[in-house]
């Protein structure tokens, strides 16, 4: 079925590293969402790609769609001990009412 | 205040034996879904239901049942036939209309179910 790749799995950072996670489909995606999951807790949206090559910032947080819509990132500069979870991508193909999650990325700071 | 509940946080059961999950939405939302999660792995979609007395499979529909009598409420059961059911369940919403499939979902706190 149609996947979409997430790496890396994990990522262990000193406090004030960045940390960046990427995504990638086969296929060409209509608009891919960001959640972030605190460790014990669901996940809660971030943000909302559409446009082929979009970027957007929230603070420390940059997001990125590609030129053909099939991948995307996510970019923590300077991360901080709040930054701390698990960073899922979800994309949507055409007008399906379906996501497809990517696996994840666990942010860790190293102590 | 607007949310999603779901009960119980934690729910344990007897190899077997048929489990209810709650899922209750206040947000006057049309969609809903249900998800779990194992450790270390996405979210992966059992069923999701656009307007109320609808429902569809999603990708690991087997061995679990929804209904959706009501729009605020779409219970998922876990059956015997589920092989493996201990896992996180996420409940989850989203408003209807506009761009089809668009917008944001909104996830409940879960429930880890533990099979014994």
């Known amino acids: 079925g149609q996947q979409v790749m997430q790496i890396p799995q994990y990522q262990h950072v000193q406090e004030g590293e960045d940390f960046t996670t990427y995504c990638n489909s086969s296929t060409t995606l209509s608009n891919i969402q960001w959640y972030k999951q605190r460790p014990g807790g669901h996940p809660v949206f971030l943000i909302q790609?559409?446009?082929s090559g979009e970027v957007k910032k929230q603070k420390r947080l940059t997001f990125q769609f590609g030129e053909a819509k099939k991948n995307s990132s996510l970019h923590i500069t300077a991360t901080q001990t709040t930054d701390v979870g698990t960073y899922f991508c979800a994309g949507r193909i055409g007008s399906n009412y379906q996501l497809i999650w990517g696996a994840g990325t666990k942010l860790i700071i190293k102590p | 205040d607007g949310g999603i509940t779901q009960s119980p946080k934690y729910l344990f059961r007897k190899e077997g034996q048929n489990v209810t999950l709650s899922c209750e939405q206040n947000?006057?939302?049309?969609?809903m879904y249900w998800y779990r999660q194992d450790p270390g792995q996405g979210l992966r979609l059992i069923y999701y239901s656009q307007i109320v007395n609808d429902f569809q499979k999603g990708d690991i529909a087997e061995g679990y049942s929804v209904s959706r009598e009501k729009k605020e409420s779409f219970p998922l059961t876990v059956t015997s036939a589920q092989k493996n059911p201990t896992a996180f369940y996420l409940c989850a919403s989203r408003p209807g209309g506009g761009l089809a499939g668009a917008g944001e979902q909104f996830f409940g706190p879960g429930t880890r179910l533990t099979v014994l």
């Open positions: 947000l006057n939302h049309d969609a």
């Open positions: 790609l559409v446009k």
